[in-house]
């Protein structure tokens, strides 16, 4: 926001804020009152208040990845987050910052339904013909029953090599089998 060219930012996660934003623009209303954003306004900086965590992932849309086709092949890697946060205060990583920013606005770790996860994959499957998963949460394994239910699922339903990452501290004998 310091910078001269720059005339408004996203503090935090933008699922709300922005299409808030948006949608205010759009309609000729007033948008510097719009949570999460910080604003540029006659030579002052303006910093709006942080909203709680957005905690219902399953109500985001599945990401639309067709225009990442003309870059790489969307099927030999499949790119999915299915939970949001990390457990840990790890300083050299941005999920320290996002731990302090919503600090008492509710769980910052977060996880989508398996449901959520499987059709999504479905639709992959379907649509881009995938060969392999790749999850990017910051740590897959932290929620052991989630973990349990889903798997059964996935290889049922999906039955593809996947890769995630995980910590030492969520895993054991039944997680890895």
């Given at each position: 926001?310091?910078?001269k060219h720059v005339d408004m930012v996203n503090?935090?996660?933008g699922f709300e804020s922005i299409t808030e934003l948006v949608s205010l623009m759009d309609s000729g209303k007033d948008y510097f009152d719009v949570k999460n954003i910080w604003f540029k306004y006659?030579?002052?900086i303006m910093k709006n208040e942080i909203r709680p965590v957005f905690g219902e992932l399953d109500r985001l849309p599945y990401p639309d990845k067709d225009i990442f086709r003309e870059?790489?092949?969307?099927?030999?890697n499949y790119l999915i987050m299915s939970s949001f946060g990390c457990p840990y205060h790890c300083t050299f990583c941005g999920n320290n910052?996002?731990?302090?920013?919503y600090k008492g606005k509710g769980s910052y770790i977060r996880r989508r339904?398996?449901?959520?996860v499987i059709e999504e994959l479905k639709i992959?499957?379907?649509k881009y013909n995938i060969k392999v998963v790749n999850f990017l949460d910051d740590v897959f394994t932290t929620d052991k029953k989630?973990?349990?239910v889903f798997c059964q699922t996935y290889k049922k339903e999906i039955g593809l090599p996947f890769r995630t990452i995980t910590h030492p501290k969520f895993v054991d004998e039944d997680i890895i089998k």
């Open positions: 926001i310091n910078e503090i935090g996660e006659q030579g002052k870059y790489f092949n969307i099927s030999d910052l996002f731990l302090k920013l339904s398996h449901k959520n992959a499957k379907a989630w973990l349990q």
